[in-house]
């Protein structure tokens, strides 16, 4: 008798793959249950299936650079009648969007994952009858908006309805903290299961120190709503006995370059080339402190926890963050290090000259201890569950999709 078909999971996300830490656990992850595709910007290099490439523009619709550039303009003037008239589902379906309905619309799954509320009214239009949406949310869409701009104001409510709408038709739920699980209950009535960034974890030990300088590293991307020239404010003030090391993503954009430009300018700040986000807590375990600064006033930003703190803790490294709720709390609870008063560089500069090298070496001690209880092998094993569970509800309604 001829074996059953391994079912297909599709996953959707806006997000070049390569570079993103939480769906390449999730897709390998999923590897165990089926055979994976993908429609993203750009491949993981995980898939077993096929890749499927997503746009955020009009050039993903392969129209002469005259007609793409008239479909903007078009769609430009659509915007603006739509969202001054609150005709939120309409505007969520761009162009881009609407190419990827069609593109992606004969594809057959038997799981759909989508990640972020960009892709779940996408999920829902290329569904077959009966299959499960697995819908991670990542972070807490409408707490990313701020400002009493009319585009911001219109953002957030864009934000809530499509959240009301479309969560509690979804099969589950995912997201990445206790706060943004208990954010969304309130605004929807459904408590997603919290799978943490954590990334997986690190056969290290601490490093030791540097005689004469407490190094300091920071990874990610350069993002000016964050704030990171507070940085390198905190490193004028720290002076020549203090380095910081980054790691950064995104090199060649304008806000990179100029970035890279201010530190450039500072002895005492190091820019080292990206590394990929497997090979991130091995690469900054021979620093001291990992340090994480997010501004105030955005909600998502209190109830975040970001994969760049877990790596932290991954390469055993004392920990540094501003006072936001969720950060704060872990780095409390476990004894990581130290929360700053404030976000700005005076605050974080004091922060950082509160951990003498013992209570460095203390600090990296407890993130050793507590490395594989806050790392992703309780994590993935949910995810793995969870989509087993959806597969096995929805089997007796259908049989298992070829995979494309």
């Given at each position: 008798?001829?074996?059953?078909?391994?079912?297909?999971?599709?996953?959707?996300?806006?997000?070049?793959?390569?570079?993103?830490?939480?769906?390449?656990?999730?897709?390998?992850?999923?590897?165990?249950?089926?055979?994976?595709?993908?429609?993203?910007?750009?491949?993981?290099?995980?898939?077993?299936?096929?890749?499927?490439?997503?746009?955020?523009?009009?050039?993903?619709?392969?129209?002469?650079?005259?007609?793409?550039?008239?479909?903007?303009?078009?769609?430009?003037?659509?915007?603006?009648?739509?969202?001054?008239?609150?005709?939120?589902?309409?505007?969520?379906?761009?162009?881009?969007?609407?190419?990827?309905?069609?593109?992606?619309?004969?594809?057959?799954?038997?799981?759909?994952?989508?990640?972020?509320?960009?892709?779940?009214?996408?999920?829902?239009?290329?569904?077959?009858?009966?299959?499960?949406?697995?819908?991670?949310?990542?972070?807490?869409?409408?707490?990313?908006?701020?400002?009493?701009?009319?585009?911001?104001?219109?953002?957030?409510?864009?934000?809530?309805?499509?959240?009301?709408?479309?969560?509690?038709?979804?099969?589950?739920?995912?997201?990445?903290?206790?706060?943004?699980?208990?954010?969304?209950?309130?605004?929807?009535?459904?408590?997603?299961?919290?799978?943490?960034?954590?990334?997986?974890?690190?056969?290290?030990?601490?490093?030791?120190?540097?005689?004469?300088?407490?190094?300091?590293?920071?990874?990610?991307?350069?993002?000016?709503?964050?704030?990171?020239?507070?940085?390198?404010?905190?490193?004028?003030?720290?002076?020549?006995a203090y380095e910081l090391h980054l790691y950064l993503m995104g090199?060649?954009?304008?806000?990179?370059?100029?970035?890279?430009?201010?530190?450039?300018?500072?002895?005492?700040?190091?820019?080292?080339?990206?590394?990929?986000?497997?090979?991130?807590?091995?690469?900054?375990?021979?620093?001291?402190?990992?340090?994480?600064?997010?501004?105030p006033g955005i909600p998502n930003y209190e109830y975040a926890l970001?994969?760049?703190?877990?790596?932290?803790?991954?390469?055993?490294?004392?920990?540094?963050?501003?006072?936001?709720?969720?950060?704060?709390?872990?780095?409390?609870?476990?004894?990581?290090?130290?929360?700053?008063?404030?976000?700005?560089?005076?605050?974080?500069?004091?922060?950082?000259?509160?951990?003498?090298?013992?209570?460095?070496?203390?600090?990296?001690?407890?993130?050793?201890?507590?490395?594989?209880?806050?790392?992703?092998?309780?994590?993935?094993?949910?995810?793995?569950?969870?989509?087993?569970?959806?597969?096995?509800?929805?089997?007796?309604?259908?049989?298992?999709?070829?995979?494309?």
């Amino acid at each position: 008798m001829a074996a059953a078909a391994l079912p297909h999971i599709l996953i959707l996300c806006h997000s070049e793959l390569r570079d993103d830490a939480r769906l390449i656990r999730q897709i390998s992850a999923l590897r165990e249950v089926g055979v994976v595709s993908t429609a993203a910007f750009s491949p993981s290099g995980l898939e077993t299936g096929t890749f499927h490439k997503l746009g955020t523009d009009t050039t993903i619709l392969g129209l002469p650079p005259l007609l793409r550039k008239l479909t903007t303009a078009v769609w430009g003037v659509c915007e603006r009648m739509l969202r001054s008239r609150g005709s939120y589902e309409a505007l969520y379906w761009s162009p881009a969007l609407r190419h990827a309905k069609h593109e992606l619309r004969g594809t057959k799954a038997d799981l759909i994952v989508a990640n972020d509320i960009s892709t779940l009214p996408l999920a829902f239009a290329i569904a077959g009858p009966g299959t499960p949406i697995l819908f991670d949310a990542h972070e807490y869409h409408p707490g990313q908006h701020k400002g009493d701009s009319p585009r911001a104001r219109h953002a957030l409510l864009a934000s809530e309805r499509l959240c009301r709408k479309y969560m509690p038709l979804a099969a589950h739920c995912l997201t990445v903290s206790d706060a943004v699980a208990e954010a969304y209950a309130q605004l929807v009535g459904i408590r997603p299961t919290v799978v943490t960034n954590a990334p997986k974890y690190e056969e290290l030990s601490p490093s030791g120190p540097t005689p004469g300088r407490i190094r300091l590293v920071h990874h990610g991307g350069v993002f000016p709503q964050r704030g990171a020239v507070e940085l390198l404010k905190m490193m004028d003030v720290l002076g020549a006995a203090y380095e910081l090391h980054l790691y950064l993503m995104g090199r060649g954009g304008a806000d990179h370059t100029a970035f890279e430009r201010l530190a450039s300018q500072r002895s005492n700040v190091f820019m080292h080339a990206p590394v990929p986000p497997a090979d991130v807590p091995r690469t900054i375990g021979q620093y001291d402190i990992g340090i994480h600064r997010l501004p105030p006033g955005i909600p998502n930003y209190e109830y975040a926890l970001p994969n760049k703190l877990f790596d932290y803790i991954q390469a055993r490294l004392a920990v540094v963050v501003s006072p936001s709720r969720a950060m704060s709390e872990l780095v409390r609870q476990q004894q990581l290090g130290v929360v700053a008063s404030g976000d700005l560089a005076e605050d974080l500069a004091a922060a950082v000259r509160s951990l003498t090298p013992e209570r460095i070496a203390v600090c990296k001690q407890n993130a050793h201890e507590r490395a594989y209880a806050l790392s992703s092998a309780g994590n993935m094993a949910v995810m793995v569950r969870i989509a087993r569970e959806l597969l096995e509800r929805s089997s007796g309604e259908r049989r298992p999709a070829q995979a494309v």
